[in-house]
């Protein structure tokens, strides 16, 4: 069992829909990113969370600690949102050092 | 402030040949870190680096493959020998700080075919 796991791995939409993507994770974390990666495209951190929710324009993310869940969610989708999503967190590596576990990515597809 | 420059941006080699990544961090920025994408497969951490130190390569296949990050210009991450299997996308990231959870910036990456 992979660490970080999202749900869906794919998921289409038509254009408006509200999207919810889902991710768990097994380990311990001093934080979680949601990384949006347009295909053949470079990575960008959408959000970076170590409690509550954030909100960005039509993106919202939030994390429970306790449960070790995290959901990012897209309200009046877009075709231009069409992209991977990757939830990734830092855990300790040993000592002082963390690192990244990404989960495999959700494939959004949102249809005019 | 320009972001996380890699280059190249896609690179080709033949099997035998050797490929060096290049990496500039973002300005100001001491942590430089090396991810590898394979296709159909998530995101994979190879090493950080801090200037002129490899903190944690733990990722990093034990043969074939190095990364340094010097005092003075950018990170390499240096593959001899590719195989067909190196065929991936490579991924650098920087930050200002300590790694225990800051916010990361990514380059474009550097997408590797070997034939």
């Known amino acids: 069992k992979n660490e970080v796991e999202q749900s869906p791995q794919n998921l289409t939409a038509q254009e408006g829909e509200f999207i919810t993507i889902n991710c768990s994770y097994s380990v311990g974390i001093s934080a979680l990113h949601w990384l949006q990666q347009h295909p053949g495209g470079g990575i960008v951190s959408l959000f970076m969370?170590?409690?509550g929710k954030k909100k960005h324009g039509r993106l919202i993310a939030t994390i429970n600690i306790q449960e070790k869940h995290s959901s990012l969610h897209i309200t009046a989708s877009h075709p231009r949102d069409s992209a991977v999503y990757i939830c990734a967190v830092w855990r300790s590596s040993g000592g002082s050092n963390y690192k990244l576990t990404f989960g495999k990515g959700t494939l959004l597809t949102v249809n005019p | 402030n320009a972001g996380v420059m890699q280059n190249p941006r896609h690179l080709v080699r033949r099997r035998g040949q050797e490929a060096r990544l290049r990496c500039s961090p973002m300005k100001g920025h001491s942590h430089v870190y090396w991810y590898r994408q394979l296709p159909e497969e998530g995101l994979k951490f190879m090493v950080y680096l801090q200037k002129e130190n490899i903190i944690d390569e733990s990722g990093m296949p034990k043969e074939r493959f190095s990364a340094e990050f010097p005092k003075e210009g950018p990170s390499i991450l240096r593959i001899q020998q590719v195989v067909r299997g190196d065929s991936a996308a490579y991924f650098c990231?920087?930050?200002?700080?300590?790694?225990?959870?800051?916010?990361?910036?990514f380059g474009e990456g550097s997408w590797l075919t070997v034939v």
């Open positions: 969370l170590s409690s």
């Open positions: 990231a920087s930050s200002p700080f300590f790694s225990s959870g800051n916010t990361i910036y």
